[in-house]
């Protein structure tokens, strides 16, 4: 395998992955190309080292186990910086000049959202995404269908948040965001859940992001006079507001977002200052496959899987890669169709790895069904293109993020019945 870099148009840099496969090198569309596009800079990308080496996992396993249609795979992955132009332009360089069948992304759903209606639906291209959660992108019908998710909507985040702050007693709570699609869209589920369940919010103040200060929206935050924060945005500035609101004698109970769950955002603050801090993340059940992956990702990266976008970027990569072999062509109608067939309910169960990746080529080959089972867990997309799963609480102590407890999906499906009826 070799990496090969290049610097891509708004300074966004690229990355590509070839993997040599013999004489199928040879054969007409070889090699195929399948683009990513993630914050490889910018606000999220603490979080984004482990995402994009799960891609680089799964891609690797995807070419030792027979690649896509008898040929290898080429991932081109470009930085969208957690900038929506920057994002739009990465997604028009790799449709529009590379040309690639299908790609992965990206984490912001602020940066999502434009590439959606810029690109992947007026061109049919099929996009995987492992982290960006709005939930209108599957509900308003701007994606054409084309776009899937291998991670639970915000409403799951928010319903589970609402229901920890609950149980925690939070009262008079301020919630500081961050202004786009994920921010408004969380905010909107938690307010929603909170009125249910006995929380109440204080003042609701949103953040623009990249910012060197954020004292004025936790000045304004702060003079509700609030009990507790809600804290819903990305690591590096999440860093900045705490800080901030601590110095200015914000109280210490704060619930925090999935992406805050990085060790870069509990030293950036000072584990000594967010021991009481708790949040709340997407949870993978257990089971082998979910271990097999964990093994292949700690003895390649020599280090944790742990964190978040980790398992849910190898699963979109996955199930791109079984889809475009099940598809009866590479265009995008036909991967879009075929997305959905990589968890049957009749099918032959596969996972995670080489191995399995190879039996479920061979099965697709012999006309039979699939059922993948991945690192998270079944795989399985509903009318919308999006998932269910169990939730988790995560805590931080002695400077070391851990899981408080985990809420099953029999737990979350009770929990939006009692908030929605």
């Given at each position: 395998?070799?990496?090969?870099?290049?610097?891509?148009?708004?300074?966004?840099?690229?990355?590509?992955?070839?993997w040599?496969?013999?004489?199928?090198?040879a054969?007409?569309?070889?090699?195929?190309?399948?683009?990513?596009?993630?914050?490889?800079?910018?606000?999220?990308?603490?979080?984004?080292?482990?995402?994009?080496?799960?891609?680089?996992l799964?891609?690797?396993?995807?070419?030792?186990?027979?690649?896509?249609?008898?040929?290898?795979?080429?991932?081109?992955l470009?930085?969208?910086?957690?900038?929506?132009?920057?994002?739009?332009?990465?997604?028009?360089?790799?449709?529009?000049?590379?040309?690639?069948?299908?790609?992965?992304?990206?984490?912001?759903?602020?940066?999502?959202?434009?590439i959606?209606s810029?690109?992947?639906?007026?061109?049919?291209?099929?996009?995987?995404?492992?982290?960006?959660t709005?939930?209108?992108?599957?509900?308003?019908?701007?994606s054409?269908?084309y776009?899937?998710?291998?991670?639970?909507?915000?409403?799951?985040?928010?319903?589970?948040?609402?229901?920890?702050?609950?149980?925690?007693?939070?009262?008079?709570t301020?919630?500081?965001?961050?202004?786009?699609?994920?921010?408004?869209?969380?905010?909107?589920?938690y307010?929603?859940?909170?009125?249910?369940?006995?929380?109440?919010?204080?003042?609701?103040?949103?953040?623009?992001?990249?910012?060197?200060?954020?004292?004025?929206?936790?000045?304004?935050?702060?003079?509700?006079?609030?009990?507790?924060?809600?804290?819903?945005?990305?690591?590096?500035?999440?860093?900045?507001?705490?800080?901030?609101?601590?110095?200015?004698?914000?109280?210490?109970?704060?619930?925090?977002?999935?992406?805050?769950?990085?060790?870069?955002?509990?030293?950036?603050?000072?584990?000594?200052?967010?021991?009481?801090?708790?949040?709340?993340?997407?949870a993978?059940?257990?089971?082998?496959?979910?271990?097999?992956?964990?093994?292949?990702?700690?003895?390649?990266?020599?280090?944790?899987?742990?964190?978040?976008?980790?398992?849910?970027?190898?699963?979109?990569?996955?199930?791109?890669?079984l889809?475009?072999?099940?598809?009866?062509?590479?265009?995008?109608?036909?991967?879009?169709?075929?997305i959905?067939?990589?968890?049957?309910?009749?099918?032959?169960?596969?996972?995670?790895?080489?191995?399995?990746?190879?039996?479920?080529?061979?099965?697709?080959?012999?006309?039979?069904p699939?059922?993948?089972?991945?690192?998270?867990?079944?795989?399985?997309?509903?009318?919308?293109?999006?998932?269910?799963?169990?939730?988790?609480?995560?805590?931080?102590?002695?400077?070391?993020?851990?899981?408080?407890?985990?809420?099953s999906?029999?737990?979350?499906?009770?929990l939006?019945?009692?908030?929605?009826?």
């Open positions: 395998m070799k990496f090969i870099r290049t610097l891509a148009r708004g300074a966004a840099i690229g990355a590509a992955l070839l040599a496969a013999g004489a199928a090198q054969q007409a569309g070889c090699p195929v190309k399948v683009g990513g596009i993630l914050p490889l800079t910018g606000s999220m990308a603490p979080i984004t080292k482990k995402i994009s080496q799960a891609a680089e799964a891609f690797e396993h995807i070419n030792a186990g027979g690649g896509i249609k008898g040929c290898p795979v080429q991932f081109i470009r930085d969208d910086q957690g900038q929506p132009t920057v994002g739009v332009d990465a997604a028009k360089y790799l449709v529009e000049v590379v040309k690639v069948a299908a790609f992965t992304g990206t984490i912001s759903s602020g940066v999502t959202g434009p959606i810029a690109v992947t639906a007026p061109s049919k291209v099929v996009q995987v995404t492992c982290c960006s709005a939930s209108p992108f599957t509900l308003d019908g701007r054409g269908g776009f899937f998710r291998t991670i639970p909507t915000s409403k799951t985040q928010a319903f589970a948040t609402a229901s920890e702050t609950a149980r925690r007693g939070f009262k008079k301020a919630v500081i965001y961050v202004n786009t699609d994920f921010g408004k869209d969380m905010l909107g589920f307010r929603t859940a909170a009125g249910k369940l006995g929380g109440d919010i204080a003042v609701e103040v949103p953040y623009n992001d990249n910012q060197p200060s954020y004292r004025a929206e936790v000045t304004r935050a702060l003079a509700a006079k609030p009990e507790s924060l809600l804290l819903i945005g990305f690591p590096k500035d999440a860093v900045t507001i705490v800080r901030e609101w601590l110095s200015l004698g914000g109280p210490k109970r704060v619930a925090l977002n999935n992406s805050m769950r990085t060790l870069d955002f509990v030293n950036g603050v000072g584990a000594q200052f967010v021991e009481d801090f708790f949040g709340m993340d997407n993978q059940v257990a089971g082998p496959h979910v271990d097999a992956f964990n093994k292949a990702f700690e003895e390649k990266f020599k280090t944790d899987s742990k964190g978040p976008g980790v398992h849910t970027q190898y699963d979109a990569v996955m199930v791109l890669g889809a475009m072999n099940i598809a009866k062509d590479l265009t995008g109608p036909s991967i879009r169709e075929a959905r067939q990589v968890h049957a309910a009749n099918g032959t169960a596969v996972g995670t790895g080489p191995a399995e990746f190879k039996k479920a080529v061979e099965l697709i080959k012999a006309g039979k699939i059922k993948y089972n991945g690192a998270t867990g079944p795989v399985e997309f509903d009318a919308n293109g999006d998932v269910t799963g169990p939730a988790l609480v995560w805590k931080i102590t002695g400077g070391k993020i851990e899981t408080d407890r985990v809420i999906i029999e737990e979350m499906q009770q939006g019945r009692r908030v929605e009826r």
